[in-house]
């Protein structure tokens, strides 16, 4: 089964990524990738499937789950059968700089992350507590956020409830040179998104012609540059709409040149129109706040 590669971009004013939503049934796409980056799953409630690496399998009221950089694996909501809520965080082995897990204080989590290559799913008490302490983390700012991310990832490390969900390693071959050059690219978007994107220029940094380039591009990341490109332009798009920008300023910031288009790439990527979005994720997180 061939996995899609994914390139995933950490919160505005953070080292790591951190996603919480909570939708109804059949709002996931299945969809089976891989990433540099490691990833932790919490489904606070509903049920559905599991699938990690080789491992398939079904789970019922709530799910917790480390997966290893570049571990196969598809969305957990695919399949739910009930509301769906979860938490996901995604952060790169080095994000806290090359050498950080070399200290000996991380050697716990150093060998939690080399169990990870497996996929582990975590139960009984540890998913329980941890549950709470997820929760709390979504209310924390930046800098506390971090440090709580740290004392989780000590106390899976220190866990004994968890199963190995495949008996070996089985992250997904992806070259060096293929990881160089899609970071590179990315890179670029990043720096470059709020104007236009000349597709030559950005061949030329990958040193292939045009065509190439689409074919590579397309063949690796499972999608066009330009739908790579919309993608990024829209998810910052979100950020800016969540902090109460206007929609015509999001558009021109984000490179789109045009509202109407904007509007419509918007609804084809995100299911709702710009100003539905701001208003739904409002609505959403006043029900979800903590009591």
């Keep these: 089964m061939r996995a ?109 992350f080399e169990r990870s290559k497996q996929g582990i799913a975590f139960h009984g008490e540890t998913r329980t507590i941890l549950n709470e302490r997820f ?48 970071s590179k690219i990315y890179k670029f978007v990043e720096e470059n998104f709020t104007q236009e994107i000349d597709i030559q220029v950005v061949a030329d940094l990958a040193n292939l012609t045009v065509p190439a380039f689409c074919n590579y591009f397309k063949k690796n990341v499972n999608q066009t540059f330009t739908e790579f490109v919309n993608e990024y332009r829209v998810n910052q798009a979100c950020k800016m709409l969540l902090r109460g920008e206007e929609i015509s300023d999001v558009c021109f910031h984000c490179g789109f040149n045009n509202v109407s288009y904007f509007g419509r790439v918007f609804r084809e990527l995100k299911g709702k129109s710009p100003s539905q979005f701001r208003r739904i994720f409002a609505e959403t997180n006043t029900n979800l706040s903590p009591t």
């Design 135 to 182: 929760r709390k983390l979504l209310t924390l700012p930046h800098f506390e956020r971090l440090i709580e991310l740290l004392n989780i990832l000590q106390y899976l490390a220190n866990a004994t409830e968890y199963t190995l969900l495949n008996p070996v390693d089985i992250r997904y071959n992806f070259s060096l040179k293929d990881q160089e050059r899609l």
């Design 4 to 112: 899609e590669f994914e390139i995933i971009q950490a919160d505005e004013g953070s080292s790591f990524r951190l996603l919480h939503q909570k939708v109804s049934v059949g709002a996931f796409r299945w969809s089976y990738h891989y990433h540099p980056e490691y990833e932790i799953v919490v489904v606070f409630q509903g049920s559905g499937r599991r699938h990690v690496g080789n491992h398939l399998s079904y789970y019922t009221d709530g799910d917790l789950v480390l997966i290893g950089s570049n571990v196969p694996h598809a969305g957990f909501g695919y399949g739910t059968m009930d509301l769906h809520e979860e938490v996901v965080i995604q952060f790169k082995e080095n994000f806290l700089g090359d050498n950080f897990w070399e200290c000996q204080e991380m050697a716990a989590i150093k060998q939690l």
